[in-house]
């Protein structure tokens, strides 16, 4: 074991003879043939995307895989056709952002509260939000919360996006938090209460370390539904400088007026790529608080 | 960015001004300026004094619509340009959805003047029915009113009130692509009657020169109904619902049939965008180069056959008659509605003529331009009289040929289920077109009877 | 300000200190959550029309006896029900087998490399995540086909599989497209999960002579099983719900294996006649019971198990 994981720091053979090494990295080579092969299931969809998005127009339209003739204009033509688009990528970013941010506090303060400080009524609260989960309201939602944002004067206003944004998915967040802290075990917390720390700072230097787990979980869970969020964002805002990235992109793909397909290739690249990039970026610090993460005590 | 700002500064004076008269106090006036510069930072206060109704006083004007309008038809912004101060934007209408303008309705509000994109027999009922919108008889010029095709008028006209001021019209016609019909040995003519087109497809199928030879789109209101018109328009029941166990329908039911047995197999498949409206499997077919002859409005051809290796190869035609039919065919157009509780309501008017006469955007919508190819025509008689006086050298002939089969044409009746009757219906006629159900009409009756269980629950 | 609030620690258990860290969550909840639950369960007692400006009148449980008494209310329930038993395994196994073999890959380079794709689809918003598959299972032109029709030759152009569009192949099509777009996403669930147990107990598992699959089904599973109940629950009631992708893929053609409960509410709701929201509520309310008397299973099964 200790071999092969030495074999796969270096990346290279030793000398040994082909047939020797496969026998003795047999399952360290079976499981790197099977965690490719789902890369590569994830990345093949997304590198037809980009060859799309080089085309010209009849290629397009073939299934041939390999284009006879390409055509880089499409990309010129993304930016000239979408003049906001670079305003609708950072409210989209501004939006989730603030979004993660708050949710994420309002569900590491709840999960904790819930699990550790047991509030009268506290299971009361729980099983409402977990049956608001299942709760088809839908049919209802779109205009109640566009009474709302009219009553709080936020139509049109793209921070004023973030309050219903920070709802999709609270209910959910608090429960994952409220399901972390419950592995933290609670003579660790009942430690601290005697050494006299206070429920803040509890939370601050006990639980929140020991629920890094989780937080990255919520993260995520925001993120994907406040980066891809779409009906709200179109319902309560008018102005095109005042959307998210989304909303103007179902806008090129739908209706008549849909765009050439290697257009819309275009787009995809334009909005998936900085994600790309922000997330390489950011994946690392999840990752180092998940390795830190491990219960230290 | 700039057109919030300008909101920004407007309401600030008007709040100025406001504090002058004296009519709220200088605390009142910097929360007010404060809310209108950091938007969400003083929320209740926002709520309280009604940022809505202040900008609504002394809005510029707001027309709105809906986005593929303004993609199709990239002239738009110059005739905005006559207008300065005009705050044009995107509705938010995605899917044909009305929500957001019956919500403001009901609130007695409207952010918009004016919503570009406005179909009559798909949504005009229900906004007449939820009070949106309100009839622009007062506003409209006589000589524009008069200007109209009759046909398009009647379209737009529901109890002697003009509710839709219409702009883009579409026409259900035929396209096809020489290259591969040529291929089959065919000439250059188009087939005027079914018989002639379903024996051109089947010329296409057997000289292999395409895999396919004819697609229609399965939706009813685009291929059953332009068909039915075809032998005879006067298929409507005397509550305005289109009569699906006519002898008409039934006839074009069986067209549709013969026609499919020379398509592609998906041809009844939902289309992938639009709630499976739009994106549907014959423009997939016609684009791909792999069918020969096409009915549809002619923007639907026209889009595809930009992906073609050569566009030039696309032929436009009246959509073909029966043998003794009436030869007429659907049209709808896509048009404005004024909205009841907008504002600028003569100023819009004026906007709306500007918009609808634009001789620009009607020679980018017929000869095309490298965005897009719209082919939707204008709904005044005296464009096309001038065009005939002088044609100008961009004029494609098939502009002609569909004008003069307008006069027979109709538009599908206003109804509440207009456009609903035929996605109700559609999956029970499809048993007959599937081999499901061997009896036409006793598919059609089923069609009537879930149409009808519909209507009586609400 | 720590000594002001030590100092209410004693009384924390029934005092009002612990809903202080309750309230930001329960603010916004109450405001944009238990509002619209109120209103729909109001509405669906009424016959409240959208498009009218009549008030709407209590009809009591009339819009839950013409629902339940109609036969596309169960087709539409059972349809949603289907879709979900395609989707649900394969959503929460394979991404769990891919997280424990990246769970062991020791080089630091290679599993930043893993990770960072796992993540890929989870920026795409959905709207392109529908485009994308839209391009792969088109029948025409679409590189499946292709490769079945004119590489492998399996298929001609006459007989190729038409995956969307509400045919019998357009659910498990979206299932495949989903399970594609969680895959990584819900890896990333599941390898958090295995970073937070501690490395020693597997080991000494090992040492105690167990094998792979006693440690997964007595180390690894137990240790998951937060984020497992949490991802089963979540994405059981997600799967009943579906309905974008309904809308994209299937339309309003009510024999489409697309038309779901949640299209049929949506269809009265926002499309047919006068928009009746009142019947429409009835038909969530409906669709809402049965999910959560489905997880009220699911919840009972994993605390006995845990």
Known sequence: MARAAQLEELGTAPPLSAGEWLRLNRAVVIRHAVINLFMVIILLPLAWVLLMSVKSLPDAMRGNLWPRRFDFTHYGFVFTKIETLPINLFNSIYVTAATVLITTICAVLAGYALVHLRPRGGPFVVAMLLASLYFPTRVVSIISIYEIQSFLGLINSTSGLILPYITLNLAISVLIMRSVFQLIPHELMEAAKIDGAGPWRTLWLVGLPMARNGLVVVFIVNFVTAWGEFLLCTTLTNDQTARTMPVVLAGAQGGLGQWAWPRLAAVYVIVVTPGIIAFTFAQKLFFKGLAEGVVKA | ?458 | MAQALTSRWPRARDGISPWLFLVPAVAFFVGYQVYPIFRVVWISFTDYQFLTNEPARWVGLDNYAVALNDPLMWVSLWRAFLFTMMFLPGTIILPLLLAILIDRVTSPRLATVYRVILLIPAVIPSTLVFVLWKWMYNYQVGPINHILVEVLGLFTVHNAPQWLGGTSLTLPSIAIMEIWWGLGYHTIFFLAGLAAIPKELPEAARLDGANEWQIFWHVTRHGLQPIMMILIVLRFGTSMAVIDEYLIFGGFNRDSPTYTWTIYMYDQAFKLGMWRQGFAAAIGMIGAVVMMFFVAILLYIFRRRG
């Open chain 2, 1 to 458: 960015m700039t057109r919030r700002t300008e909101q920004e500064l407007l309401l600030r004076r008007l709040w100025r001004e406001r504090l002058l008269r004296g009519e709220i106090d200088r605390r009142t006036f910097l929360t007010n300026s404060l809310v209108a510069g950091l938007g969400m930072a003083g929320v209740g206060v926002a709520a309280k004094y009604g940022i809505g109704s202040a900008l609504a006083q002394d809005r510029p004007l707001t027309p709105t619509y809906y986005q593929w309008i303004v993609d199709l038809h990239p002239s738009i912004p110059q005739v905005n340009a006559q207008f300065p101060g005009i705050n044009a934007q995107i509705a938010p209408v995605e899917g044909f959805g009305i929500e957001r303008f019956v919500a403001e309705a009901k609130n007695g509000e409207s952010t918009w003047d004016v919503y570009v994109g406005q179909t009559p027999f798909v949504e005009m009922s229900a906004m007449i029915a939820a009070d949106v919108i309100e009839p622009w008889d007062p506003y409209i010029p006589k000589d524009v009113l008069d200007d109209m095709i009759p046909s398009i008028r009647a379209e737009n006209t529901i109890d002697g009130k003009l509710y839709g001021w219409p702009f883009l019209l579409d026409v259900i016609g035929m396209g096809w692509h020489s290259g591969i019909t040529n291929k089959a040995g065919l000439p250059d003519t188009p087939p005027a009657t079914w018989d002639e087109y379903l024996a051109n497809a089947k010329a296409v199928v057997d000289s292999g020169a395409a895999p396919f030879g004819a697609t229609f789109d399965a939706h009813g209101w685009r291929s059953l109904a332009p068909m039915t018109h075809s032998l005879d328009p006067n298929v409507y029941t005397a509550d305005g619902l289109f009569d699906f166990t006519s002898d008409q329908a039934i006839e074009a039911l069986m067209l549709m049939k013969k026609i499919m047995a020379l398509s592609h197999p998906d041809i009844l498949l939902a289309g992938a965008s639009d709630g499976g409206v739009n994106g549907t499997p014959d423009e997939v077919a016609f684009a791909a180069q792999r069918v020969g002859y096409y009915t549809k409005y002619f923007n639907a051809p026209l889009r595809m056959a930009q992906y073609w290796d050569d566009p030039g190869e696309l032929h436009l035609a009246p959509q073909p008659k029966f043998t003794g039919g009436a030869g007429s065919t659907v049209f709808w157009t896509t048009g404005c509605a004024l909205f009841k509780h907008g504002k600028n309501k003569e100023k819009v008017a004026e906007y709306i003529r500007a918009l609808t006469y634009d001789p620009q955007i009607w020679q980018d919508s017929i000869a095309g331009t490298a965005t897009g190819h719209p082919g939707q025509l204008p709904p005044y008689k005296s464009i096309y009289a001038a065009w005939d006086a002088s044609p100008p050298d961009w004029m494609p002939p098939f502009v002609g040929l569909v004008r003069s089969q307008l006069d027979q044409a109709r538009a599908i009746t206003n109804h509440i289920f207009g456009l609903q009757q035929f996605v109700i219906g559609q999956p029970y006629w499809e048993t007959y077109l599937k081999g499901e159900e061997p009896d036409p009409r006793a598919a059609m009756q089923k069609v009537v009877e879930a149409v009808q269980a519909e209507i009586k629950r609400g």
